[in-house]
């Protein structure tokens, strides 16, 4: 019996131990598999156990947490939700995060390994650090003022400061409110539904996730080509352009808008937005020229982020003559998003110098202590001062005397260019209505502010769709904002 | 530590034999010291997590150790008093497994405030100690059992047929509710049945070691003494079939082949046994949808959430060990508790392996062998069959159980509801382990007993 007994120990001692091979098995070997798991709700749980960090516009947060004391507990609020949406983008417990809420989550939500106090910290103790605090560049007021002016109306738009590139307003109408995306409930999935369906498209960011075709604006950089290689040396000479003018190679005759195109000089050309001119110096500039300057201004260039990613604004470079002539006035195949016109602006006013856009201005732990710090992007030449010069003044011009009236600011120099981009099959869309523009205070020594705006038309508009009477109060409404400070 | 002496009744070797064997240690002290730890431990545990939660010292923790400190010294001053030759390490580990499973169900309250089963737990655990210390101080030689094997056998027949009478809960028709208890009376079957085994195998080794026919190099034994076996299975598979209780048919059945073994020595007993065990289980799981659900989720334990269902219970206990790792969480600091139902019995060791790491379920799994093995040596030590079966029955019932539950919690093999010893809620569970653990208590003191009277054993 002695030797039975001892072989039922062993049968026993075998169970035992096969439980502990067992264990390690599932607690070490596969436990890394059973983390990713996508059913396991623990790394959601660590995640929403905290506080979520604040972005903050002007020193004051526009975003906020609430305790909702279920399994995932701190749920996201907004300030102003819809105004500030192209900005925050959402964070929510079901739908992921977009925009700053993604580009900044692991300092947000406390899992970047900077906030802890020392490497390596975090991994050890198992702890998380609290999210830390985004600190915009963004300007309160011209934000405000951007999203008032657009009002019910379908548009985007982007402000910069030319001195150093900091994002000063991103506005995209119709907008959402993201805080109705926060939790992971029946009213967060009815709110995804509603707004996935919406045919206005609400969760798109149209400042910089949309291209438009420029139309007229293109113009700017059209000049600034036809400048910087010397096709035109004297701002006042004649062009000597056809009005109408024949696109070479086709039976299409391009025509203006407004009389006086016809021999215009290129100031002339430029404060009446005269087609055939501009479509002609685009030919006569050529592809390499044209595209070269498009480019040094962010056209064809899908890496930027501000920190999240802009859309690749285009600028065809196989073309023919007749198609470059359209692409020069902004058409066939020209597309910008609206912060891409607003480089364009920045570059004019800052002499010719393009900083690169942000909109972080420095990441702070939850103490207060800075994680990072921007700055300002090294500057690049991207055309002559004496280009920049120039298109100063013509773009002074529209303002003064021409199409862009309605964005001219009492003590203050202003210099813009308008469009109406005319789109889908034949151009049957309702057009868009663009404006860029600058502002300089009286008292400054640049230009504190540039801006791109864009309205779509709607058909209650009877074809009264001018870059001049939709966008440019909203430019200018944004340009007093700045000015202001 | 090493007090020696000899108890009252206890005929002292005679003058010619060697002096040794009259100077046995009792160990007491030593049993004294592992009782403190492990009320130490188990207050510890108590405390970290009201600090892991609340970020201060929970306000019942002094409550809480002082009672169980106190059941735990009655019942050490009982086997001082009419054990005192006993094994000094089954009641610690006890006191520190019942502890422990205090403080997880505890744990497990604060996340579910409106169903608190510590309070419960804790008055189980007093009416486990006091049986324990009944048993201790009441059977003065585990002989007398035998004398009651059939009044086992019938009780234990009785106990297991009562829930049939009562509605099922989740499937499993286990338990009867008499003025708001839950009692599972098949707990309290299983050391009847126990007791049984022992004592008609011990009766009847011999007409059982008779062989029959061979057949294969095997020899098998007669038809008349397979009446019993077959009996057994029959009611192993009657449990499973009329209440759906997979866990308990494999125990008894396990045990039964484990103590027939040992009692016969012959391998035909397992081979039958075995070949037994194959036909009812993969019968009842072909036919029985509960069981059947069972082997499947054992077999794609993310079946479900991969047809977009989310997590079964087996995946969430799964994600529990994986997220406890190593070293675990900490105690207060884990999610078990989105293993939903059962989470404070069924699936307890989740939440150890969540909290503790896979350290901590070392710990515990070592335990529980520690006190298999105790139990193993006193079957070894014992010259009475009887005393050698119940020993060896009582021991394997413990590894059994914990090999089934812990083992289905794990996924190595199919989930079957069952009671982690000690350590998950339920009072049945908690009382029946008391009733083993003063049984090899009782068994170890007889072992010890016997080697200072050599004259018996000559």
């Known amino acids: ?485 | 530590m090493t007090q020696a002496g000899t108890g009252p009744g206890i005929t002292v070797a005679a003058a010619d034999a060697p002096a040794p064997v009259a100077r046995l240690p009792r160990r007491r002290g030593i049993e004294l010291a592992l009782i403190v730890l492990a009320v130490l431990l188990s207050v510890c545990g108590y405390c970290a997590v009201g600090i892991a939660r609340h970020g201060a010292l929970p306000p019942g923790a002094a409550g809480y150790g002082a009672g169980l400190g106190v059941l735990a010294l009655l019942a050490h001053l009982a086997v001082r008093l009419r054990a005192p030759y006993a094994d000094p390490l089954p009641l610690p580990i006890g006191v520190l497994l019942n502890g422990l499973g205090l403080v997880l169900i505890y744990r497990l309250d604060l996340e579910t405030p409106g169903d608190r089963a510590a309070p419960a737990q804790l008055v189980w655990s007093a009416l486990g100690m006091a049986l324990f210390t009944g048993i201790v101080l009441l059977l003065r030689d585990h002989r007398l059992l035998q004398r009651y094997t059939y009044v086992c056998v019938a009780a234990a027949l009785v106990l297991l047929t009562l829930p049939i009478l009562f509605p099922a809960v989740n499937g499993a028709r286990i338990w009867i509710r008499v003025a708001g208890f839950s009692i599972q009376p098949g707990e309290f079957a299983k050391v009847l049945l126990a007791v049984f085994f022992a004592a008609y195998l011990a009766a009847n080794r011999g007409a059982l070691t008779y062989a029959g026919r061979r057949v294969w190099g095997m020899q098998l034994p007669t038809g008349r003494v397979l009446g019993p076996i077959v009996a057994v299975w029959l009611v192993s598979v009657g449990v499973l079939v009329l209440e759906r209780d997979l866990g308990t048919s494999l125990l008894f059945f396990g045990l039964f082949v484990v103590m027939l073994y040992v009692a016969t020595g012959r391998t035909g007993w397992i081979a039958l046994g075995l070949l037994l065990a194959a036909f009812g289980a993969v019968a009842v799981a072909r036919l029985e949808p509960h069981v059947h659900g069972r082997v499947e989720d054992w077999l794609h334990p993310f079946a479900s959430i991969e047809a977009g269902l989310g997590a079964n219970q087996l995946a969430q206990s799964l994600f529990a060990f994986g997220a406890g790792g190593v070293t675990g969480s900490g105690l207060g600091l884990g999610h078990s508790v989105l293993i939903g139902f059962a989470a404070k019995s069924d699936f307890i060791l989740a939440t150890a392996g969540e909290e503790l790491g896979f350290l901590g379920l070392t710990a515990i799994f070592l335990l529980y062998a520690l006190l298999v093995e105790r139990g193993f040596r006193a079957g070894l030590a014992l010259r009475d069959p009887f005393g050698r079966l119940l020993a060896v029955g009582l021991a394997s019932l413990v590894a059994l159980q914990v090999f089934v539950i812990a083992g289905g919690v794990t996924g190595l093999i199919p989930l079957t509801g069952m009671a982690m010893p000690f350590l998950a809620q339920g009072g049945s569970s908690v009382v029946t382990n008391w009733a083993i653990v003063a049984l090899l208590i009782r068994l170890g003191d007889s072992a010890r007993r016997q080697t200072t009277a050599p004259a018996a054993g000559a």
Request: aromatic share 6%.
């Open chain 1, 1 to 485: 019996m002695t030797r039975h007994i001892r072989h039922a120990a062993l049968f026993c001692l075998l169970l035992l131990a096969a439980l502990l091979v067992n264990a390690a098995r599932v607690q070490v070997v596969r436990a890394p598999e059973y983390d990713a798991n996508p059913a396991n709700r623990r790394p959601d749980i660590a995640r929403y156990q905290q506080p979520r960090g604040d972005i903050l516009v002007g020193g004051r947060p526009v975003t906020g947490s609430r305790d909702t004391g279920e399994h995932l507990r701190f749920e996201r609020t907004y300030r102003d939700g819809p105004m500030w949406a192209p900005v925050t983008g959402f964070a929510s417990q079901e739908y992921g995060t977009t925009l700053l809420e993604h580009a900044e989550d692991g300092l947000l939500s406390g899992a970047d390994p900077v906030l802890a106090p020392l490497p390596l910290w975090n991994d050890v103790t198992g702890a998380r650090s609290p999210g830390g605090d985004v600190v915009t560049t963004l300007h309160a007021g011209a934000q405000r003022a951007a999203y008032e002016g657009l009002g019910r109306r379908t548009g985007a738009v982007a402000a910069i400061e030319p001195a150093t590139g900091r994002v000063l307003a991103l506005v995209s109408t119709p907008s959402y409110d993201p805080g109705e995306l926060s939790g992971n409930g029946a009213a967060a999935l009815r709110a995804w539904r509603r707004l996935n369906d919406d045919p206005a498209r609400p969760m798109l960011n149209r400042a910089v996730r949309r291209t438009y075709p420029p139309g007229s604006t293109f113009k700017v950089v059209t000049a600034a080509a036809a400048l910087d290689s010397g096709v035109v040396t004297d701002l006042d000479a004649p062009t000597r352009s056809p009005d109408p003018y024949p696109l070479p190679g086709t039976r299409t005759r391009l025509t203006n808008e407004v009389p006086g195109c016809a021999d215009a000089s290129l100031r002339e050309a430029f404060e009446r937005s005269c087609n055939t001119v501009f479509a002609k110096l685009g030919t006569e500039v050529g592809v390499p020229a044209l595209a070269a300057t498009a480019e040094r201004l962010g056209f064809n260039d899908d890496g930027l982020r501000i920190p999240f990613p802009v859309a690749r604004s285009t600028f065809d470079t196989s073309v023919d003559r007749a198609q470059l002539g359209l692409s020069a006035i902004g058409q066939y195949n020209t597309r910008a998003t609206p912060l891409q016109m607003a480089m364009v602006a920045a570059a004019v006013a800052g002499g010719g110098q393009l900083r690169t856009p942000y909109l972080v201005e420095r990441t702070t732990r939850a103490s207060g202590s800075v994680v990072a710090t921007a700055g300002s992007r090294p500057a690049r030449q991207v055309m002559r001062p004496s280009t920049a010069l120039r298109l100063k003044e013509l773009m002074t011009g529209v303002v003064e005397s021409g199409t862009g009236a309605n964005a001219a600011i009492r003590g203050a120099t202003v210099g813009g260019k308008t469009g109406t981009a005319q789109h889908g099959v034949g151009n049957s869309g309702t057009p868009y209505a663009w404006f860029v523009s600058w502002a300089r205070g009286e008292r400054d020594l640049e230009p504190k502010v540039a801006v791109a705006a864009v309205v779509e038309g709607t058909a209650a508009d009877h074809g009264e769709v001018t870059g001049g009477g939709l966008a440019a109060p909203v430019a200018r409404a944004v340009m007093e904002a700045v000015l202001r400070g």
